[in-house]
């Protein structure tokens, strides 16, 4: 990887991310959540431990809709993760959300990634 | 102990206090007085973020207006210097076809002081089903268990028709003898009873062990009395084989006028808007799924109309919101007087309202929502020393048999909604009916509350 940091909005980031190394992603400016098939965290960067206050150790292979971001569990997240799983259909889209960081309320922008050629699922997070 | 040491004793302790409220299963929001929201746990978010119609989590109220209208001003309102506002409150979501969507919120709302509230908000859906089941069962035995001063007791064809005539029927009822081949609908009011509720009631009866309900029935001299109607299917009717004439059911009808008070207070405090005593939302949606249960049975129309008081925040601005009120409860009367007992009238919300037809058409249901904004139009609610008229908007659906299964109610309510948008661009004042063209504007808003 030699190329320049990847913004939120970039395209194939998804593939990016895969091959990113954990320093890597703990550069990125922006929140990454990776989860395997199951919705377990597997990959969690500094950005995102920094603001929601939790450390990758809790995290790491731990179902994210339910023990670490219930907030993300309805259909407007986890229900599209999982139509796309049953599908097998690509999912690249961006909303306006609000997270629970510290429990306060902070208005961010949510990519979610998934597709049926990767393993790992991204749900990515930025401040707006 | 070293500084070092504590300070990270202490940084742990945070995280793991912090990962606690995290995983919560139950809403928590810390908030001003106005809703403007201070803390909030995930839970809280997950519930409250598909309901919030700007898409923020800035204020309670706001994200909780479209379904809970009218907090704000209660939370106001609420005299003592601090305690419970509410207190497991049921907040009702649109019914979505799809499961595992919340559709009852329990909220509990406590006043810490002047400026403080905290708020718990569940998803409840689950455990007032089973309520729902367990009511019923307490029904069915209230009416076997209650002493029985006196009851008539009649056997019923498959086709809902009496079967024979004897002194119970007589004694409570002052029916005699030439009713045997009518249908069981002679004991209710013309307008409490459809053809099609006449067979549904038999249908439950086979498909639960009995039916039964509860509300004023008639007498042979047109005087009613509040009345508990029970069917239940007769054990040995295959010993008449095909007789479509033989008795299939019984049917008991006691006379509990003593206890109609109490059972109306029950209703009420769970089913009644609290302004207009209409029905609220969890009566709408519970009795919209009832009939498009029924519809999917045995399919027929089923009409719903939405009405908008027209320029609602006018009113309020201009005359202040007890006059506002006072137009709302204005609009609640006629709306009970224009339609049927059958029909489920209903205040969703602010000024928005909603009638549920069964076995409606849309050219009756197009009539009556016009008698409606025809009464409405000539009314004057007096206030204050000023005379206030207004006018109302509707928007009519129609599920036909066909599409009564497919897109539930959400689907009537977007329709009928579709229909009031259509009335209020052309000018307000007017009734508009649904047409394919009108779901094919993808410009049709969502219809804001206010939108007067």
């Known amino acids: 990887m030699t190329s320049a940091t990847p913004t939120f909005d970039a395209r194939g980031l998804a593939d990016i991310l895969d091959a990113s190394s954990p320093e890597q992603l703990d550069a990125l400016d922006f929140g990454v959540i990776g989860l395997d098939a199951d919705a377990k965290v597997q990959r969690y960067n500094a950005f995102e431990s920094q603001a929601a206050g939790l450390s990758p150790q809790r995290v790491i292979g731990e179902p994210l809709f339910t023990n670490v971001a219930p907030c993300l569990n309805n259909f407007m997240v986890a229900q599209r993760f999982e139509d796309a799983a049953v599908d097998a259909s690509e999912l690249d889209d961006t909303i306006d959300y609000v997270l629970t960081l510290r429990m306060r309320p902070i208005k961010v922008k949510l990519r979610l990634l998934a597709s049926a050629d990767s393993a790992t699922r991204y749900v990515l997070v930025q401040r707006r | ?452």
Not at chain 2, 17 to 34: C, E, K, R, T
Not at chain 2, 175 to 198: C, K, N, R, W
Not at chain 2, 232 to 237: E, H, S, T, V, Y
Not at chain 2, 287 to 308: N, S
Request: charged share 25%; proline share 5%; with cysteine.
């Open chain 2, 1 to 452: 102990m070293p500084f070092d040491d504590s300070v990270e004793s202490l940084r742990a302790e945070h995280e793991a206090l912090m990962q606690f409220l995290y995983l919560a299963p139950v809403g928590l929001v810390q908030a001003g007085i106005d809703g403007e929201i201070v803390m909030i746990n995930p839970i809280s978010a997950q519930l409250l973020m598909p309901l919030s119609p700007d898409g923020c989590l800035t204020n309670l109220f706001t994200a909780l207006e479209g379904v809970a209208p009218g907090l704000r001003q209660e939370c106001a309102r609420y005299p003592q210097p601090n305690g419970m506002v509410f207190e497991g409150q049921h907040i009702h979501l649109r019914a979505e076809e799809r499961r595992g969507v919340p559709q009852i919120l329990s909220f509990t709302l406590l006043k810490l002081d002047a400026a403080r509230i905290m708020a718990v908000i569940q998803d409840v859906t689950a455990e007032v089903r089973r309520e729902r089941q367990l009511r019923q069962s307490d029904a069915w035995l209230n009416a076997i268990l209650t002493r029985i001063s006196d009851y008539a007791l009649a056997a019923i064809d498959r086709a809902g028709r009496l079967c024979d005539w004897n002194d119970s029927i007589a004694r409570v009822t002052g029916f005699g003898e030439h009713v045997v081949g009518s249908p069981y609908s002679i004991f209710y009011p013309p307008d409490a009873m459809t053809g099609e509720h006449l067979l549904d009631r038999l249908r439950e009866a086979d498909a639960n062990g009995w039916s039964m309900d509860e509300g004023l029935r008639l007498r042979a001299d047109g005087s009613q009395f509040w009345c508990s109607a029970l069917i239940a299917p007769l054990p040995d009717r295959e010993a008449f084989g095909d007789d479509p004439n033989a008795p299939a059911y019984c049917l008991i009808l006691r006379d509990i006028s003593d206890k109609r008070a109490a059972t109306e207070k029950r209703r009420q405090a769970a089913f009644c808007d609290h302004l207009t005593s209409l029905a609220n939302r969890r009566a709408f949606f519970e009795a919209a799924e009832l009939e498009l249960d029924r519809a999917a049975h045995t399919p027929r129309a089923l009409a719903l109309i939405v009405f908008d008081a027209d320029h609602f925040k006018h009113v309020n601005d201009r005359y202040g919101h007890p006059a506002g009120d006072r137009v709302l409860c204005d609009l609640a009367n006629i709306l009970r007087d224009t339609f049927r007992a059958v029909d489920t009238v209903a205040r969703l919300g602010g000024e928005e309202f909603a009638v549920l037809l069964p076995s409606t058409g849309i050219e009756q249901a197009l009539a009556g929502a016009e008698r409606l904004r025809l009464a409405v139009s000539t009314r004057l609610v007096a206030a204050d020393g000023a005379e206030i008229a207004y006018t109302v908007s509707a928007g009519v659906a129609v599920l036909d048999g066909a599409s009564a299964a497919g897109g539930g109610i959400d689907l009537l309510i977007k329709r009928a909604d579709e229909a009031l948008y259509q009335a209020k661009a052309q000018g307000r004042n007017r009734v508009a009916h649904w047409t394919p063209e009108l779901s094919h504007h993808a410009d049709t808003p969502q219809r804001s509350r206010n939108a007067g």
